[in-house]
Structures are given as C-alpha cells and as structure tokens.
C-alpha cells in the first residue's frame, strides 16, 4: 500500500500557472514510476504526465505547457503547469506505480477560469 498526500490545486485564470505536487508515503527505492492523471466531467481518467527512470511521457495536449519532476532522494513529484487552459479543467491524480501495484490519491481540483 502507498498513502498520496497531493496539494497545489485552485482557481487561475486562462494562460495561469499552477503547481501540483503530490508525496508517497513508501521508500523512494520501491517506487518505479510516478505521475499524474486527470478526469474531468464526464470524461473518462487520463494519464496527463509520467516519469520512471527509463523516460517521461506526456499526452499531447499538454506538451510544451506541464512539466514533470521527481525528487531523486524522496517520494515526491511535481507537476508545472503553464499556459493553463479551460479544457485542462479537471481533477487531477497523483500516481505511483510500485512493482505490479498502483495507487491513486484522492485527487486535486483545477478550475480555469476567467
């Protein structure tokens, strides 16, 4: 099991910035890949970033916008995200896989809004 303890969610306008960040409650060395994913209204959940120590990914639509970042020596990742849009409205997820295991936390809340 892994407890996620998220924070960094709220209210921006168009083109804002937020900074999500999210810390696993099990030692760095079990984790294998953390992220995050998205769900807005009635949409099914996404993955949005993923970082492991193979490579990083991220869905299209955020490419040049969300930046991912890990802390090498704890359980911690990050997640930049610039130039916010409307459509980028959602609840967003921290996500650690560890071996065959994943585990969600309870999820933050985006508004973009004007």
């Known amino acids: 099991q892994a407890q996620l303890v998220e924070s960094g969610g709220g209210l921006v306008q168009p083109g804002g910035s937020l900074r999500l960040s999210c810390a696993a409650s099990?030692?760095?060395?079990?984790?294998?890949?953390m992220g995050w994913y998205r769900q807005a209204p009635g949409k099914e959940r996404e993955l949005v970033a993923l970082?492991?120590?193979?490579?990083?990914i991220y869905v299209d639509s955020v490419k040049g916008r969300f930046t991912i970042s890990r802390d090498s020596t704890k359980s911690t990742v990050s997640l930049q995200m610039n130039s916010l849009k409307p459509e980028d409205t959602a609840v967003y997820y921290c996500?650690?896989?560890?071996?065959?295991?994943?585990?969600w936390g309870q999820g933050t809340q985006v508004t973009v809004s004007s």
């Open positions: 099990r030692s760095v060395f079990s984790i294998n890949a």
């Open positions: 996500y650690v896989r560890i071996g065959s295991g994943h585990f």
């Open positions: 970082t492991s120590s193979s490579n990083t």
